[in-house]
T-cell receptor, first 111, second 113 residues
Framework: GEDVEQSLFLSVREGDSSVINCTYTDSSSTYLYWYKQEPGAGLQLLTYIFSNMDMKQDQRLTVLLNKKDKHLSLRIADTQTGDSAIYFCAESISPDDKIIFGKGTRLHILP | ETGVTQSPTHLIKTRGQQVTLRCSSQSGHNTVSWYQQALGQGPQFIFQYYREEENGRGNFPPRFSGLQFPNYSSELNVNALELDDSALYLC????????????FGSGTRLTVV
C-alpha cells in the first residue's frame, strides 16, 4: 500500500541543523519530494530526488535517500526563524501522478 | 508568470448544502489536481484533470466532482456537505510532461457547520 510516515514535531535552536526524517512504503515510488507549508499558505516545493539518487544538495538543503530502507531525510543547515513551518515528505510514481503526502513535521525554532 | 490562484479563500457552508471552489492554473499548465487537507493532516488526493477529462481519482465519494475548462481552469464541486468536509482544499497544476512536482495554490478554507 501507499503510506508515508514522518515524526510530527521537531524543535531546533536557531543556527543549528535540522534533520527531518520520513519513511515510505511504496517501492515503486520514483519521485520523492519535500514540501514546505507556512501558516495560511499553500505548499511550496522545496526539493525533490529521484529514486536512483542517494543524495541531493541545494544550498542549505541536503536530501538523503536510502532506497533499501525506504528512508528519506531533509537536512536544513544553519536553521533560521524563517524556516519555521510544516514540512511534508511526499512521493509519487511519476511526476504527473498523484502525490502521496505524510502528515507533516512541524519545525519549531528556538532562539 | 502567474501562479495558481484559488477562490474564495474562505467559505462557511451549512451541512447538506453544495459548494463550488475555483482554481486558475499557472500559465502553460494543462493538468490540475485537487487535494483535501484536513486539520493536522497531509493533503489527500481527490482527483486530477488533464485536457478537460478526469485522469485519476482518489478515495472520495461521487458527491465530490470536478470540471476543467478549455483554458485549463478548474472547479471542485461538493454536494450534500458533511461536517467532515471541513478542510483546506488545495489546487495544484503542472505542465503534464517533464515536470517535477506541482505548483500549489494557497487553498480555500471550507468550514461546514
Amino acid at each position: 500500500g501507499e503510506d508515508v510516515e514522518q515524526s510530527l514535531f521537531l524543535s531546533v535552536r536557531e543556527g543549528d541543523s535540522s534533520v527531518i526524517n520520513c519513511t515510505y512504503t511504496d517501492s515503486s515510488s520514483t519521485y520523492l519530494y519535500w514540501y514546505k507549508q507556512e501558516p495560511g499558505a499553500g505548499l511550496q516545493l522545496l526539493t525533490y530526488i529521484f529514486s536512483n539518487m542517494d543524495m541531493k544538495q541545494d544550498q542549505r538543503l541536503t536530501v538523503l535517500l536510502n532506497k533499501k530502507d525506504k528512508h528519506l531525510s531533509l537536512r536544513i543547515a544553519d536553521t533560521q526563524t524563517g524556516d519555521s513551518a510544516i514540512y511534508f515528505c511526499a512521493e509519487s510514481i511519476s511526476p504527473d501522478d498523484k502525490i502521496i503526502f505524510g502528515k507533516g513535521t512541524r519545525l519549531h525554532i528556538l532562539p | 508568470e502567474t501562479g495558481v490562484t484559488q477562490s474564495p479563500t474562505h467559505l462557511i457552508k451549512t451541512r447538506g448544502q453544495q459548494v463550488t471552489l475555483r482554481c486558475s492554473s499557472q500559465s502553460g499548465h494543462n493538468t490540475v489536481s485537487w487535494y483535501q487537507q484536513a486539520l493536522g493532516q497531509g493533503p489527500q488526493f481527490i482527483f486530477q484533470y488533464y485536457r478537460e477529462e478526469e485522469n485519476g481519482r482518489g478515495n472520495f465519494p461521487p458527491r465530490f466532482s470536478g470540471l476543467q475548462f478549455p483554458n485549463y481552469s478548474s472547479e471542485l464541486n461538493v454536494n450534500a456537505l458533511e461536517l467532515d468536509d471541513s478542510a483546506l482544499y488545495l489546487c495544484a497544476s503542472s505542465p503534464k510532461a517533464g515536470n517535477y512536482g506541482y505548483t500549489f495554490g494557497s487553498g480555500t478554507r471550507l468550514t461546514v457547520v
